[in-house]
Every structure is written in C-alpha cells, then in structure tokens.
C-alpha cells in the first residue's frame, strides 16, 4: 500500500564550484548540498549534483541524495536518483528511491516525490512511498 508524505526542508550547506567553463554564462557546475529535512520526513540529506547552467541563468540538474533519518517514523537512511530544473527563480525536483538502498526499518523502501525550493533557503516536498 502506498502512503503519502509532506513536508518542508531547509538549506543548510551549498558548495558549489564550476568545472568547465562553457562561453558566455554557459557552464557545467558540480554542488554538494546539505538539507534538513521536517515534516513526513525528518531527516538530514547531503547530495552531490552536476549542473548545467545556460546563458540565460537557468538550469538542468541531476544527483544523488543521502537521507539519514526517518520517513513515517521508520528509522534509517536510502539513497535518491535526483533530477531537476532551475527556471531562474524556483527549482523543481524529481526524486526517485534508488533501489536496495533503504536500510535498517527503511530496507524494502521504494518511491518517489518532488521538491519545490524558490531561490532561497526554504522548499517543500512531497513523497509517495511503499516499505515491502
């Protein structure tokens, strides 16, 4: 049975440093990105993304995520497939549950959700998810 969680998340760390300089604004980046996590989730998060900016500062992104806490109430930590936009003034992600990852209470763990982080520190979530 699938349940559905939200919540919010807040930004705690960004280093961010560009790789390969493309002309113009253009250019490839790689982050790491810290996060709290509250709400449906309660959890700290680290991930690593590549990102390609265009020049007209908006972008395409893509990573892995660590979660460390709990989802539901379930202890333990799973990995997430991120994949996402930046339009200039929001971005919007794809999370997807890279599978085998979950542990402890969260071994089994599949799902998907969303993130939506305006350009500042604050974003919200939302997660659907099954334990088998």
Excluded: C
């Excluded at 979950?102 to 974003?123: F, I």
């Amino acid at each position: 049975m699938t349940a559905h969680v939200e919540g919010t998340f807040k930004l705690t760390g960004w280093d961010e440093a560009t790789y390969e300089d493309l002309g113009g604004d253009s250019k490839l980046t790689r982050a790491r990105i810290d996060q709290d996590f509250s709400g449906g989730i309660e959890a700290t998060a680290s991930s690593q993304s590549l990102m390609f900016y265009r020049t007209d500062g908006t972008a395409a992104f893509t990573g892995l995520q660590r979660m460390t806490g709990q989802v539901d109430g379930h202890s333990g930590s799973f990995m997430l497939q991120t994949d996402g936009t930046y339009d200039g003034t929001e971005a919007r992600t794809r999370w997807l549950v890279v599978p085998g990852s979950g542990t402890d209470e969260l071994q089994g763990l599949r799902g998907e959700g969303t993130a939506v982080a305006p350009h500042g520190p604050n974003g919200s979530y939302t997660f659907d998810y099954d334990l088998g």
